[in-house]
């Protein structure tokens, strides 16, 4: 078992499942925040159209970037490696999330760090760094407000731009009350602002005493060794502005050539996550703080970590690794919008984690999530850098099958069917026995409710009632008439 | 093995091609390329873009004939808002009157403490409505960063339509990337409490944009 499987509960997907659909006030949250998603996306791909820009010309662009540096990623990491390490920045790899671990204590260490502030990375949620920094003794505080919301709760985020969206106000209240030392109060939505300031001023405290600042890169970029950032609170910045020491944790697949191509990518990116034309604070940070500047971190480490990503080169999978992590496949999905996060079991959640879940933590592991799908493609047609998710969910069903993990009694059906469709006059007797069957099922409403081959597909819905013959038996019917 | 070779040893059997010192030369050939993707049009003059953008992300505009108007109407801002008249500042802006407008003002990078930071910029940008700030001795990043409200002049033959144009200046004026590129639209946000946006999450609660060289 991998070091990331570990930490996935990716097989309780369907114990998981059934919890949150019977949770109101998680379910609540959910039906709040999906339209505000989804309108606020559409508002601004449709923007784009007032600067003659048009989102499927754009998408191709950022879709090329991404697959030109994956189909030569070994000369553009030495690249980048070489331009960072010219700027002053130190290069280190990492193969896996507890080597992560390992090189950033070692850091801390070396540097005396009592106490790192972080800016939002999913990749170090794949590392569990911050338990990594906790044993060794170092205080890790979370700065993103959701984040530090998740880490208050003692949870882990379940959206991977908005880490809290299955937090109410009142849970937030008591949190803060709890860590704030102040008794709680009773909120409405009008105290959302003083929620806001007093999380700011106690993060302001920990922004200055850190010394250590521990970042993602949503990019970087290879012409000049350059991490970008792209925040909204301006945690980013303070993350990477005061501290003396900053390590920036990414995956090696997050590399493009130029800035140009980043000023391609962001006229996507957060559209597709949150539908801004462009996120507040956009950060571009460069090797260490300079001759004469009187801010900026002495020390500037990257740490850049395969955890699986390097399989997926060259494999049926490398269309994931394009991906940007805007969120927009999961803003869009019915089953995340039905489940939240936490139901996935691992770091990324809805559609972009049914992929990545099995291929980081091993597809034995996570046996439910490519089938938590409809196939209804909403992820595929909004993606920016268009992975095709739903293909490769599919990829993944059938390499299950393959590899014989689907539980016996599907695959006994499976052959089953197999057996029967290869005999068509049998085939086409058993249709008309079965059709005959289910138009017997039906009650006075022309409806099925109670399909007695499968309850558990039938408590949640009902079935409309068939024409009570077959397919060829109404094609032959008609070609009579 | 060391990490490093393991990880690049992996990539590169994930890649599957030979050839990698000309690889290179064509992955350093297509850097200097600078190729664009596809670009904006956009209408109209861009001093005005620029500041329909910026009020649109929550900046508040004044505008001002020549730089030395500049500290008079820094002045009447922080009047109207009735914040303290005391000042930090980039030392890019140092050379100005702040005296003789009634304001308290120190060059320095910022501390907690102060609570309006007044800077330049280095360009903005007319698209998207963003300042570029760039972090050197005489304009620290701090400044634009730890008050709650930062005021910044900017020069409005120093739009550019686009990012791919501020690149292309700073190219041009620079030559080496600084430690620091801050594109700034607008006041820090959040929305992680229940969806709903408010200013001033961990940066300035406030932007003030002068836009210097437009008549008033």
């Given at each position: 078992m991998t070091a990331a499987a570990k930490h996935s509960q990716a097989m309780h997907f369907q114990a998981r499942a059934g919890e949150k659909v019977r949770n109101p006030v998680l379910q609540r949250a959910l039906q709040k925040a999906k339209p505000l998603f989804v309108g606020k996306r559409a508002k601004g791909i449709a923007a784009l159209a007032d600067d003659a820009l048009d989102f499927e010309t754009l998408r191709s662009a950022c879709e090329s970037i991404r697959n030109r540096t994956l189909a030569d990623l070994d000369v553009w990491l030495?690249?980048?490696?070489?331009?960072?390490?010219?700027?002053?920045?130190?290069?280190?790899?990492?193969r896996d999330g507890e080597e992560v671990g390992r090189l950033v204590v070692d850091i801390a260490?070396?540097?005396?760090?009592?106490?790192?502030?972080?800016?939002?990375?999913?990749?170090?949620?794949?590392?569990?760094?911050?338990e990594a920094l906790a044993e060794a003794g170092i205080r890790p505080v979370e700065t993103d407000l959701g984040e530090y919301i998740v880490q208050l709760a003692g949870e882990t985020p379940s959206h991977i731009i908005a880490p809290a969206i299955h937090k109410t106000l009142e849970e937030v209240e008591a949190l803060?009350?709890?860590?704030?030392?102040?008794?709680?109060?009773?909120?409405?939505?009008?105290?959302?602002?003083?929620?806001t300031r007093e999380a700011r001023e106690v993060l302001r405290q920990h922004f200055l005493t850190a010394e250590m600042g521990i970042s993602g890169a949503n990019f970087l970029i290879a012409e000049s060794g350059t991490a970008a950032l792209v925040t909204n609170e301006g945690n980013g910045r303070m993350v990477t502005t005061l501290p003396k020491v900053h390590v920036v944790v990414t995956g090696i697949e997050k590399i493009v050539p130029t800035l140009e191509d980043f000023a391609t990518l962001m006229r996507l990116l957060p559209r597709s996550a949150t539908g801004q034309s462009i996120s507040n604070y956009v950060s571009l940070l460069t090797g260490t703080k300079r001759e004469g500047d009187c801010d900026g971190p002495e020390k500037t480490v990257f740490i850049l970590v395969d955890n699986g990503r390097a399989n997926l080169l060259g494999s049926a999978y490398q269309d994931m690794l394009r991906c940007i992590r805007c969120g927009a496949c999961m803003n869009h999905c019915p089953v995340y919008f039905s489940l939240g996060g936490h139901a996935y079991g691992w770091v990324y959640p809805g559609p972009m984690g049914s992929v990545l879940t099995p291929l980081y933590t091993g597809i034995e592991n996570a046996l439910d999530l490519p089938h938590a799908s409809t196939g209804c493609n909403q992820c595929g047609s909004v993606c920016p850098v268009r992975i095709p998710l739903p293909r490769l969910m599919h990829r993944l069903r059938e390499e299950q099958v393959e590899r014989g993990l689907r539980p016996w009694s599907e695959?006994?059906?499976?052959?089953?069917?197999?057996?029967?469709?290869?005999?068509?006059?049998?085939?086409?007797?058993?249709?008309?026995?079965?059709?005959?069957?289910?138009?017997?099922?039906?009650?006075?409403?022309?409806?099925?409710?109670?399909?007695?081959?499968?309850?558990?597909?039938?408590?949640?819905?009902?079935?409309?009632?068939?024409?009570?013959?077959?397919?060829?038996e109404l094609y032959k019917a008609r070609k009579r008439a | 093995m060391t990490a490093r070779d393991e990880i690049l040893g992996r990539v590169r059997q994930g890649v599957?091609?030979?050839?990698?010192?000309?690889?290179?030369?064509?992955?350093?050939?297509?850097?200097?390329?600078?190729?664009?993707?596809?670009?904006?049009?956009?209408?109209?003059?861009?001093?005005?873009?620029?500041?329909?953008?910026?009020?649109?992300?929550?900046?508040?505009?004044?505008?001002?004939?020549?730089?030395?108007?500049?500290?008079a109407a820094v002045a009447r801002y922080i009047a109207a808002q009735n914040l303290r008249p005391e000042?930090?500042?980039?030392?890019?802006?140092?050379?100005?009157?702040?005296?003789?407008?009634?304001?308290?003002?120190?060059?320095?990078?910022?501390?907690?403490?102060?609570?309006?930071?007044?800077?330049?910029?280095?360009?903005?940008?007319?698209?998207?409505?963003?300042?570029?700030?760039?972090?050197?001795?005489?304009?620290?990043?701090?400044?634009?960063?730890?008050?709650?409200?930062?005021?910044?002049?900017?020069?409005?033959?120093?739009?550019?339509?686009?990012?791919?144009?501020?690149?292309?200046?700073?190219?041009?004026?620079?030559?080496?990337?600084?430690?620091?590129?801050?594109?700034?639209?607008?006041?820090?946000?959040?929305?992680?409490?229940?969806?709903?946006?408010?200013l001033g999450a961990h940066g300035p609660c406030r932007v003030h944009l002068i836009l210097i060289g437009t008549p008033s």
């Open positions: 030495d690249i980048f490696e070489e331009r960072a390490t010219a700027t002053g920045a130190e290069v280190l790899w990492a260490r070396r540097h005396g760090v009592t106490k790192a502030t972080k800016s939002k990375s999913m990749l170090s949620e794949e590392a569990h760094l911050n803060f009350a709890a860590e704030h030392g102040r008794p709680v109060e009773t909120r409405t939505s009008a105290d959302i602002p003083d929620l695959r006994f059906m499976l052959k089953a069917w197999a057996w029967l469709a290869g005999r068509p006059a049998l085939y086409r007797w058993m249709m008309r026995r079965a059709v005959r069957y289910l138009n017997w099922l039906a009650d006075d409403s022309g409806r099925i409710r109670i399909f007695g081959l499968a309850p558990g597909w039938s408590a949640g819905r009902d079935l409309p009632v068939a024409a009570g013959r077959t397919f060829n | 599957g091609k030979d050839g990698f010192a000309q690889r290179k030369a064509a992955a350093q050939a297509l850097l200097a390329a600078r190729e664009r993707g596809p670009q904006p049009v956009l209408a109209g003059d861009l001093a005005k873009r620029f500041r329909a953008k910026a009020e649109s992300l929550s900046s508040t505009v004044d505008t001002v004939p020549d730089r030395r108007a500049a500290p000042i930090v500042m980039t030392p890019d802006v140092a050379d100005l009157a702040w005296g003789g407008n009634g304001l308290q003002g120190v060059a320095r990078a910022a501390v907690d403490a102060d609570r309006i930071g007044v800077t330049a910029c280095f360009c903005a940008v007319a698209e998207t409505g963003t300042l570029m700030l760039l972090s050197a001795p005489d304009s620290p990043a701090t400044v634009s960063l730890l008050p709650e409200t930062h005021i910044a002049l900017v020069d409005t033959s120093r739009i550019v339509a686009t990012m791919e144009d501020a690149f292309a200046l700073l190219r041009a004026e620079r030559g080496e990337i600084p430690r620091a590129i801050n594109f700034v639209s607008g006041p820090s946000r959040t929305g992680d409490i229940e969806q709903t946006i408010v």
